[in-house]
């Protein structure tokens, strides 16, 4: 799933990965920066409430 989720969310195509154009140093990034995303978007939301 740590690459799939950001191929699935477009952040990287699975050509990239395929051709290793992105390593798995670079997908461990990319899902870190989704988790950040995740969680200010979720604080944002109970904020609001």
Do not use: C, F, Y
Not at 17 to 46: H, P, S, Y
């Amino acid at each position: 799933m740590i690459i799939w989720r950001p191929v699935l969310a477009r952040h990287v195509s699975l050509d990239a990965v395929k051709r290793g154009d992105v390593d798995l140093l670079d997908i461990l990034k990319l899902n870190a920066l989704m988790d950040a995303q995740e969680a200010a978007k979720t604080a944002a939301e109970r904020k609001a409430r």
